[in-house]
């Protein structure tokens, strides 16, 4: 199969991209520490994948409050901005962009990971099923403290400080992490979403919090630099809503105001129940790009895109091994499998040690 769609350029907000494999966001728990910063190895391995028509960066905390996970990098300090820009530098030396993804994780964290030891927040009271990654090991969720109305305002202004600490690190632009059981996705779900104030009850209230972030993300960067990624099905960080296609078209028709660069769609991630729900209808809603994820392959992603169904496609997993994904799938190479036991922390071993078509053809001779 000719992959002629998938190498062909495109329009995503401001930026005209060489061609339409984006690499997803990928929490890799690899900063510097004390102090969650970003540092040369982060650097070496997101120049190496930039083969990638854009990269969106693994998922970044807003806020101490925002962090969920060890080892995982912010935007609120002046290292950790500094730390950013020897990654985006190397990214653009090596010819491509890349967008932050802006991370409050809301419930899941740990309050060993929360400032002063206090409990994670969330919309409501409801804990996550499992367990937090932490400096001490794994430890059980515990039942988060619900939000009260007036502290979203603190809340909004973490996310416009961490847009402008991105644009200040280099950053072509932002995505807002809207998806896989984060805060937003929190607020969005009505599973976890149980408040009676303004921010809870219909959709309307359920969707506001998100409206808000991407009124004041979009205010600092505009909407043309602005990505948002959703996970309509996901049931990861056991998340659930009643009634997830109305949720989403109306949450798509709001966002359609800010002219945003793309949606970007996690359309099937872990065990996620999709069969019911109409991707389509939100891609035809929406007014910008819609970036489809999860779990395509080149054919699959070709196919996407010559149906019309999406504008760009990003990999994820297939880009922790295969730092030249973009030529294996023009070559019809044969792509490397990622080691799963080293996708969360550690070193340079299964992070920048996953070898390029050309490595391997030298070490043949
Ligand atoms: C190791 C790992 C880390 C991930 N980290 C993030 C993240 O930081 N932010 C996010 O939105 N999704 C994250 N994801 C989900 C991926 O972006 C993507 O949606 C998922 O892997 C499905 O795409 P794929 O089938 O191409 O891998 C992660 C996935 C993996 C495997």
Same mark, same amino acid.
């Given at each position: +199969?000719?992959?002629?769609?998938?190498?062909?350029?495109?329009?995503?907000?401001?930026?005209?991209?060489?061609?339409?494999?984006? +690499?997803?966001?990928?929490?890799?728990?690899?900063?510097?520490?004390?102090?969650?910063?970003?540092?040369?190895?982060?650097?070496?391995?997101?120049?190496?994948?930039?083969?990638?028509?854009?990269?969106?960066?693994?998922?970044?905390?807003?806020?101490?409050?925002?962090?969920?996970? %060890?080892?995982?990098?912010?935007?609120?300090?002046?290292?950790?901005?500094?730390?950013?820009?020897?990654?985006?530098?190397?990214?653009?030396?090596?010819?491509?962009?890349?967008?932050?993804?802006?991370?409050?994780?809301?419930?899941?964290?740990?309050?060993?990971?929360?400032?002063?030891?206090?409990?994670?927040?969330?919309?409501?009271?409801? %804990?996550?099923?499992?367990?937090?990654?932490?400096?001490?090991?794994?430890?059980?969720?515990?039942?988060?403290? %619900?939000?009260?109305?007036?502290?979203?305002?603190?809340?909004?202004?973490?996310? =416009?400080?961490?847009?402008?600490?991105?644009?200040?690190?280099?950053?072509?632009?932002? @995505?807002?992490?809207?998806?896989?059981?984060?805060?937003?996705?929190?607020?969005?779900?009505?599973?976890?979403?149980?408040?009676?104030?303004?921010?809870?009850?219909?959709?309307?209230?359920?969707?506001?919090?998100?409206?808000?972030?991407?009124?004041?993300?979009?205010?600092?960067?505009?909407?043309? =630099?602005?990505?948002? =990624?959703?996970?309509?099905?996901?049931?990861?960080?056991? +998340?659930?809503?009643?009634?997830?296609?109305?949720?989403?078209?109306?949450?798509?028709?709001?966002?359609?105001?800010?002219?945003?660069?793309?949606?970007?769609?996690?359309?099937?991630?872990?065990?996620?129940?999709?069969?019911?729900?109409?991707?389509?209808?939100?891609?035809?809603?929406?007014?910008?790009?819609?970036?489809?994820?999860?779990?395509?392959?080149? @054919?699959?992603?070709?196919?996407?895109?010559?149906?019309?169904?999406?504008?760009?496609?990003?990999?994820?997993?297939?880009?922790?091994?295969?730092?030249?994904?973009?030529?294996?799938?023009?070559?019809?190479?044969?792509?490397?499998?990622?080691?799963?036991?080293?996708?969360?922390?550690?070193?340079?071993?299964?992070?920048?040690?996953?070898?390029?078509?050309?490595? @391997?053809? =030298?070490? +043949?001779?």
């Amino acid at each position: +199969m000719s992959l002629q769609n998938l190498f062909k350029p495109g329009t995503l907000g401001q930026y005209t991209l060489p061609h339409r494999i984006i +690499m997803a966001p990928l929490t890799r728990s690899r900063s510097a520490q004390p102090g969650d910063i970003p540092h040369d190895l982060n650097a070496q391995y997101y120049a190496q994948r930039s083969t990638a028509a854009l990269i969106i960066s693994e998922a970044t905390q807003i806020s101490q409050q925002g962090k969920g996970y %060890a080892f995982t990098p912010g935007i609120h300090s002046q290292e950790q901005i500094n730390g950013w820009k020897k990654v985006t530098k190397a990214v653009h030396e090596n010819g491509s962009k890349i967008f932050m993804q802006l991370w409050h994780v809301g419930r899941v964290s740990h309050s060993s990971l929360q400032p002063n030891n206090q409990l994670p927040v969330a919309p409501s009271a409801i %804990a996550v099923d499992g367990q937090a990654f932490t400096y001490e090991g794994m430890q059980d969720f515990e039942i988060p403290r %619900a939000l009260e109305s007036d502290e979203m305002v603190e809340i909004i202004n973490q996310y =416009r400080q961490a847009s402008q600490n991105a644009l200040e690190a280099g950053f072509d632009g932002v @995505e807002i992490h809207a998806a896989n059981g984060y805060l937003l996705d929190q607020f969005l779900k009505d599973g976890t979403n149980k408040r009676h104030d303004q921010y809870g009850g219909t959709i309307e209230n359920r969707v506001r919090l998100i409206l808000e972030v991407t009124q004041a993300v979009t205010e600092v960067l505009g909407g043309d =630099r602005v990505g948002i =990624r959703i996970s309509p099905t996901g049931s990861f960080n056991s +998340m659930s809503d009643s009634d997830p296609q109305s949720l989403n078209q109306y949450l798509i028709k709001k966002l359609n105001d800010y002219n945003l660069a793309y949606l970007h769609v996690v359309e099937n991630f872990g065990d996620s129940d999709n069969s019911h729900f109409n991707f389509d209808n939100l891609r035809h809603l929406f007014n910008g790009a819609y970036i489809a994820n999860g779990g395509y392959t080149g @054919e699959s992603a070709e196919r996407s895109l010559s149906e019309g169904k999406s504008d760009f496609v990003s990999f994820g997993s297939a880009f922790i091994a295969n730092p030249d994904l973009p030529t294996r799938l023009k070559q019809n190479a044969k792509l490397s499998q990622p080691d799963q036991d080293t996708f969360y922390g550690g070193d340079a071993k299964g992070y920048t040690d996953y070898p390029t078509l050309k490595d @391997e053809n =030298r070490e +043949m001779k």
